[in-house]
């Protein structure tokens, strides 16, 4: 008895003095950590970890006092239901501010629940263009939108490849969201879109489509959608003898594309990818310091994850206060060098600086092209 | 109401009326209950009475009438569109919810029915893969109409619907009763969403022991004895397609107010599915065990993320098993082996208007 | 011209496919009358093996000849399959034989997801390079349509197949005794059928043909993947329904109708509805405007590609539920 209550009060004690020495401000994450695009959520997650434990590691003082920071790691399963409810959860939490969701399709239902707690929500990979023309003052993101990767797209078919452009996408919202970009980037820059077809992200024959679109002559095809139907699609574009470029979205600039495609990938395969190759960040030593910390590689958006932590805690100290409603204008304002250069949002709360990048097939890899 | 009570190990036998107050009372008490666990819970419950109301309306149809749908969830997209198209600012129109959700019910009503008329002649299987068919037809229509002419947003859903206004307080919006106490919308659309679950009980259990109903069972346990005695099955048909499709259609619209984003992906088969695999579970034309099957499937995937999760760390280190594929694993499992052994489902739908022939079934099977 | 002459070899390649899976499902449904909506998955099951028996050839005997080892992978695959589809009639539908009508369609359900979650734990979510060991460079027999060595091989083998299903069902005795079974359980049982073991039977060959028409799908499109299955069982069902379920010859017809619709159908509704084909005075203002410079108004195009099957199914079901070739009346259940 005696025993348990010296236990219970040393506890107590302990509780009380570190709570003495430091206020713990908690900044939230979600991504899937489970399902299919696991390992890209737990990328984005270990990005957002490393920032908190860089900046632990140096020390933060918000408003003169001395804070720790804390991660609460959720997953979405990239499903927009369980978005909602880990979204939910975080308000539940008391997070000061949130790093995701990953893909756009979880993030644009979970962010009206940000938006209504009156927490900041910074998406470091979600690209749809609607999530930032909602109207909500509390959604952010690091990382392109769909807007620009579409229009380099387009620009790069268009002006580089041939003028006659057919554009295939999956009917998902990613895929459709940018392909109707592309098709304004193509058409902008002089070319002309052939065709629109459409296939499902189910789909294994593409020949009934591809047949169509070989009628019509093009010089370019551009796929906007998800890796596992791309590198098919483009074996079953040689098997019907069509002699037209291929390139496609961020979605298919994996290396599960290339192993998908096999033989049929080559140098007139190119895909565009938002944000930076890892070889041209702005921090040299970030993936190094990445990779020890994690043991694995970096997989896409960690360094737009690592920033969207960094301004939500810069943001904080500039303001003084971990109080959202307090930082928030700070955020709005902020302007930093981050891991991939410098981070400032306009007035939507999308990137000022977004980068991307075109990416051409080589000897069984994606590099970096000068489109 | 009986049929819960009943559902009570030993009270409901013993003193029912104590077991119905005390469902009363967990009823009422369940939001303050989650909340001691957060918001989170909260929201949970709210989804599973948008289920309870979905398998209420889809056991109407399986249940009572014996007519397999696998596209029940046509109609619950359809009210949840409705809503989108009268209340949000897609095409700028902002009618309150008396005018949207009537609205919306009778568009799944008449979905219902365009439905009905055409498989009236199929029966079972057939019946069957032409619902899954519907089903995907106007989930495919819903995903592609925004070209050539936008009408849908296609893939991109809809966003920002209007959220339930009644007459004046928006119910998304905490109301604010003293400085420190304020009721979260979460709960106001608990109570808001029971009150439309108990209306549904009552006209369905109203529905079930009328003329209706009992030509419903008589067409379920016979169609040609059923029409031999003069019942128009036709009719009766296409009424419980209809009537179904309404639940469906009201379910729709207030996922769309309470969400405020619908897209065509919340509408796949998988949903369908699993809508059916609450009512087989509960128990085919019971209420009580549709809703009890409805209630425990939607917690399943929340109840699996918060003890698989862990157990699997602690056991092996590492998660083996997704709680999103445990999920499935289980009502897969649960469907296969409540048709072995337990055709009847959960709670056993009272003989007299229900299906004794599944019961006899499952003894049958076993001996 | 070349163009059509292309969309009916694409539809004819996909529609022998559909038109083996429809075999399997006619087959049971004739004998039963089950929908075995788990057919499809086996199909997915016959491919995900036939996969993991390859690779493993190719990593412990990479000398061996491509053909040898599609045709060790292919049989691995079959049998696993055939196994797989007596497990599951006996277990999950034989005691359900005189349930009532609903209850082994929702198991067969419940078959159907639980063998795609079981993939999906033992394969893993992502999609699998299939080995394409019949290469899949293009011939040209025509100038300008082109068709792949794979391609020619699913087509012949089977026609085969189906050849000789149908002489199994109709010259043989145990093809006797299945029609029989069909015709009439209690009655067959009574003429000596032992009816158990035709219905096994019938679920293992039905089993089989599915292996083989996956291995023939991941062959040619080189993937395989947990729910690949699903969608060709789907409109593979389509395809029976279309030709008469229950009718072997059926199924068949109904399969290549199928594929060719599908084909033709996604290649040409755009062109077909596109309003801008309209003459001059029937288009309106901002059509017109829409339609100069190449453009088009395509009311419905590809998107609409996987409705057909439904649609079809709809249409035959409401106007000639015996199907083409049927003879039976569609309130058999």
Known sequence: MNKTLIAFGVFACCAGMAQAQEAVVKIGHVGPLTGNIAHMGKDNENGARLAI??????????????????LVGEDDAADPKTGNIVAQRLVDAGVKGVVGHLNSGTTIPASRIYNQAGIPMISPSSTNVTLTQQGFPYIFRTMANDAQQGSVIGKFAATKLGKKVAIIDDRTSYGQGLADEIDKGVKGNGGQVTSREFTNNQATDFMAILTKIKSQNPDVIVYSGMDAQGGPMLKQIKQLGIKAKFVTGDGGCTPEFIRLAGDAANETTYCTQAGLPVSQLADKTFKARFVKRFGVDIQNYAPYSYDAA????????AAGSSEPAKYLPALKKIHFKGVTGDVAFDDKGDTKYGAITVYGYKAGAWEPIKP | MNELVEAIPWLGHRHPKAARSLITCLMLLAPMIALLFGNTWVRILDFALLYVMLALGLNLVVGFA????????????????TWAFLASPHFGLHLPFYLVLPLGAAFAACAGIILGFPVLRLRGDYLAIVTLGFGEIVRIFMNNLNYPVNITNGPQGINMLDSMNLFG??????????????INPLVSFYYLFLLFVVGSVIVIRRLQISRIGRGWAAIRDDELAAKAIGINTRNMKLLAFSLGATFGGVSGGLFGSFQGFVSPESFSLMESIAILTMVVFGGMGNIGGVIIGAVALSLLPEVLRGIALPV??????????????LRMLLLSLAMILMMQFRPAGLIPANARYSRPELARAGKGAQS | METLLQQIINGLVVGSVYALIALGYTMVYGILGLINFAHGDILMVGALVALQVISFLQEHFPTMSPVLMLLIGLVVAALACMILGYVIERTAYRRLRNAPRLAPLITAIGVSFLLQTLAMIIWGRNYHNFPQLISTAPLQPVEGVFITPVQIIILISSALLMG??????????????MRATAENHKVASLMGVDTNRIISTTFIIGSGLAAVAGVMFSSNYGVAHYAMGFTPGIKAFTAAVLGGIGNLGGAMLGGVVLGLVESIGAGYLGTATDLCNLPHWLQWASLTQTCSNGGSFELLSSNYQDIFAFVILGIVLIFRPTGLLGERVSDRA
């Open chain 1, 53 to 70: 434990e860089e900046y632990n590691a140096k020390g933060v003082t918000i408003g003169g006092k001395k804070v720790k920071l804390e």
């Open chain 1, 310 to 317: 960094a301004a939500l805690i810069e943001a904080m100290k």
């Open chain 2, 66 to 81: 014996g007519l397999l749908d696998l596209g029940y969830i046509a109609f619950y997209a359809v009210g949840a569109y």
């Open chain 2, 169 to 182: 307080w928006d119910i998304s919006h905490a109301v604010q009763i003293t400085d420190t106490f304020r």
């Open chain 2, 312 to 325: 699997q760390q602690q056991l092996f280190g590492k998660v083996i098993l997704d709680p999103e594929v």
């Open chain 3, 164 to 177: 000789g299903l149908i002489l199994l069902v109709n010259k043989t005795r145990l093809g006797r005794a």
